[in-house]
C-alpha cells in the first residue's frame, strides 16, 4: 500500500506545489497594483501640497502688501521687493523639500511595483518545479522490478 500510494501522494504534492505557485502569482498581482495605486496618489498629493504652498505664499503676500499698504508705506520699493523675494524663495525651498520627500515615495512605491510584476513569473516557475519535484519523488526512477 506504501508504494501504491506514493504516486496518489505525489499528484496531490505536484497540484498543491502548482496552487502555490498560482496563488503567489496572484499575490504578486496584488502588490502591483497596490503599489502603482500608492505611487499614483502620491503624485497626486505632490500636486495638493504644490498647489497649497502657491495659495499660502499669494496669502501672506498680500497680507504683506495690506499691511505696507494700510501704512501708507510703497509696495513697490526695494525694501519690499527684497522682503517679497526673500518670501517666494523661502516658500519654494519648503514646496521643494516638501515634494521632494512626497516623490521619493512616488520612486519607492513604483520600485515596489516593478520588483512585484518581474517577480510573477518567477512564482509561476517555482511553483511549476515544486510539483516536477513532487511527482519526481513519488514515481521510483530506475530500472525494473526486480
Not at 20 to 31: C, K, N, V
Amino acid at each position: 500500500m506504501g508504494q501504491a500510494a506514493a504516486p496518489v501522494l505525489a499528484g496531490i504534492g505536484a497540484v498543491s506545489s502548482l496552487a502555490g505557485g498560482f496563488s503567489e502569482a496572484r499575490g504578486l498581482d496584488a502588490q502591483r497594483q497596490a503599489a502603482e495605486y500608492r505611487a499614483k496618489n502620491l503624485r497626486l498629493q505632490a500636486k495638493q501640497v504644490g498647489a497649497e504652498n502657491v495659495r499660502d505664499l499669494n496669502e501672506t503676500l498680500a497680507t504683506i502688501d495690506a499691511i505696507r499698504s494700510y501704512r501708507n508705506v510703497s509696495i513697490d520699493s526695494p525694501t519690499a521687493m527684497v522682503i517679497e523675494r526673500t518670501r517666494k524663495t523661502r516658500s519654494q525651498d519648503v514646496d521643494n523639500a516638501q515634494r521632494l520627500e512626497i516623490m521619493q515615495g512616488v520612486t519607492d512605491a513604483r520600485y515596489q511595483a516593478k520588483t512585484a510584476k518581474k517577480a510573477k513569473p518567477f512564482a509561476i516557475i517555482g511553483g511549476i518545479g515544486r510539483a516536477a519535484s513532487s511527482l519526481a519523488q513519488g514515481f521510483p526512477s530506475g530500472g525494473g522490478n526486480g
